[in-house]
C-alpha cells in the first residue's frame, strides 16, 4: 500500500526531527560530560563553572574528608537517588543553557529536604536529643541554619 505523499512527507518529517533531536541530545549529553554525573566524584559537580565555588568551598571544609556531594545532596536510596540526579541535572542545565539560574546558586526547599535527611543519617544519634522539641509545636531547626560553614566553608 503506497502513501499519498502528504503523509509520506509528514512521516519522513517526523523521524529527521526525532532524529535530529535524539542526535542533539546525544551530543549535549557526552559534551556536558553527562555520564560524570551518575557517579559519586565531586570533581562531576564542578563541570559546570557555576558550582565552581561550593567545590572549592568544599575542598576547604570540615566534611571534604568523609562526605561527598552526593552524600550530602542526593538522597541515599537506589530509586530516589537516581530520580533525584535526573531531576536536578535537567534542571541545572536548562539553567545553564539559558543563563536563567539564581546567583549565587542556593539549594531549593525540596534539596534543603534532602540534605537535612541525610544530616540526621549521619549524626541522628548525636542530635536525637535536640532534634526534636518534645512539648513544643515549632519544627526542627535544619542542621544548616547553624552550621552553614560545615559543607562549603566560611560564606565570604
Given at each position: 500500500?503506497?502513501?499519498?505523499?502528504?503523509?509520506?512527507?509528514?512521516?519522513?518529517?517526523?523521524?529527521?526531527?526525532?532524529?535530529?533531536?535524539?542526535?542533539?541530545?546525544?551530543y549535549?549529553?557526552?559534551?556536558?560530560?553527562?555520564?560524570?554525573?551518575?557517579?559519586?566524584?565531586?570533581k562531576?559537580?564542578?563541570?559546570?563553572?557555576?558550582?565552581?565555588?561550593?567545590?572549592?568551598?568544599?575542598?576547604?571544609a570540615?566534611?571534604?574528608?568523609?562526605?561527598?556531594?552526593?552524600?550530602?545532596?542526593?538522597?541515599?536510596?537506589?530509586?530516589?537517588?537516581?530520580?533525584?540526579?535526573?531531576?536536578?541535572?535537567?534542571?541545572?542545565?536548562?539553567?545553564?543553557?539559558?543563563?536563567?539560574?539564581?546567583?549565587?546558586?542556593r539549594?531549593?526547599?525540596?534539596?534543603?529536604?534532602?540534605?537535612?535527611?541525610?544530616?540526621?543519617?549521619?549524626?541522628?544519634?548525636?542530635?536525637?536529643e535536640?532534634?526534636?522539641?518534645?512539648?513544643?509545636d515549632?519544627?526542627?531547626?535544619?542542621?544548616?541554619?547553624c552550621?552553614?560553614?560545615?559543607?562549603?566553608?566560611?560564606?565570604?
Amino acid at each position: 500500500m503506497k502513501l499519498p505523499f502528504g503523509l509520506n512527507f509528514l512521516a519522513i518529517f517526523l523521524c529527521g526531527c526525532v532524529g535530529v533531536f535524539i542526535g542533539l541530545s546525544s551530543y549535549t549529553f557526552y559534551y556536558a560530560q553527562g555520564a560524570s554525573y551518575l557517579s559519586n566524584d565531586p570533581k562531576a559537580c564542578a563541570n559546570c563553572h557555576i558550582m565552581r565555588e561550593q567545590y572549592d568551598g568544599w575542598q576547604k571544609a570540615s566534611h571534604h574528608a568523609v562526605a561527598t556531594c552526593n552524600d550530602c545532596h542526593i538522597p541515599h536510596e537506589f530509586i530516589p537517588k537516581y530520580l533525584t540526579k535526573l531531576k536536578n541535572g535537567f534542571w541545572h542545565s536548562k539553567g545553564f543553557t539559558l543563563q536563567d539560574f539564581d546567583e549565587p546558586i542556593r539549594v531549593l526547599p525540596k534539596n534543603r529536604v534532602i540534605l537535612q535527611k541525610n544530616c540526621l543519617h549521619c549524626h541522628g544519634e548525636l542530635v536525637c536529643e535536640i532534634a526534636t522539641h518534645p512539648g513544643n509545636d515549632r519544627k526542627m531547626l535544619d542542621c544548616i541554619h547553624c552550621h552553614t560553614n560545615v559543607g562549603h566553608g566560611p560564606r565570604l
